[in-house]
């Protein structure tokens, strides 16, 4: 049973941080790649950031380039995304994910396998 949650989220005010953190279970993490989505209210779910197995290449969208970065930590079977310089742009509903999406496609969401329930970011 493949299991994703996040937590760490909240509200915060333009310009400040966040660090949000996603628990994996072991069966799906040693092997997949990880990434973070958001969704605001009426948009479609848009890749954030995402990271290989072994946490050597990542992939960010421009609109978060500069501000985010994704790490992951093997041994805790964990997954960060720190934000920070947030703007209101940011607030969305942030999900955790996991699979083999494809390098070239990675911030499709149809191309991943495991989400996370989510946790919600608001900036004001």
């Known amino acids: 049973h493949v299991q994703l949650v996040e937590s760490g989220g909240g509200s915060v005010q333009a310009g400040g941080s966040l660090r949000l953190s996603c628990a994996a279970s072991r069966s799906i993490y040693v092997t997949a790649y990880m990434g973070w989505f958001r969704q605001a209210p009426g948009k479609e779910r848009e890749g954030v950031a995402a990271i290989s197995p072994l946490g050597g290449i990542t992939y960010y969208a421009d609109s978060v380039k500069g501000r985010f970065t994704i790490s992951r930590d093997n041994t805790k079977n964990t997954l960060y995304l720190q934000m920070n310089s947030l703007k209101p742009e940011d607030t969305a509903m942030y999900y955790c994910?996991?699979?083999?999406?494809?390098?070239?496609?990675?911030?499709?969401?149809?191309?991943?396998?495991?989400w996370g329930q989510g946790t919600q970011v608001t900036v004001s």
């Open positions: 994910t996991a699979g083999w999406p494809g390098r070239r496609n990675w911030f499709v969401a149809g191309n991943w396998n495991y």
